[in-house]
């Protein structure tokens, strides 16, 4: 093999060498640059998107935050306009159910005063004929006419004694 031959290393060295430099000149000049730009590039757009992510999730937690906080305050308002709207309403059932009060009062009152007065008419409507069948049970009963201003007498003090 003519490679392993030390007559022919010193020229194999040489070119070695030669090669070499002309590999790393072409490589070093015209094709590391483009793939250190795209590199460069790609470096530059994944840092760009990170922080354009977290600037996004910061907006978003911020963003989050303002939506919980003013739903909390939208829960708040509606508790307390619920009990507002509870209260009036209780307020106004309240006077509703002493004016419904009042009324079945006087109606009570009214219609006991008209018993009473139809009660006195019909005692007194009734006063002569409970005077002679008074008259007529203590003659059967004692088998004696009794007198009939002392029936209408007792019969009087019974009706006054009853009011």
Known sequence: MPQLDPTWFASQLFW???CFFAL???L?????PPLQDVMARRL???EDDISQA??????????????????ADARERAQA???DTADSYKKKSEIAAKE???????KLADASRRIAAKKEEMIEALAPTMGELTSLIFEKLMQKTP??????RVLNELHKSRR
Do not use: C, G, P
């Not at 070093?28 to 590391?32: E, G």
């Not at 007198?147 to 209408?152: A, G, L, R, S």
């Open 100 to 106: 419904m009060d009042r009324q079945i009062e006087l």
């Open 54 to 71: 977290q600037s996004l999730k910061s907006q978003a937690e911020h963003a989050r935050s303002d939506y919980e906080r003013t739903l």
């Open 147 to 152: 007198n009939t201003d002392q029936v209408n």
């Open 81 to 83: 306009v619920m009990n």
């Open 16 to 18: 070695l060498v030669v």
């Open 44 to 46: 530059s757009t994944v």
């Open 24 to 26: 790393y000149i072409i």
């Open 28 to 32: 070093s000049r015209f094709v590391l």
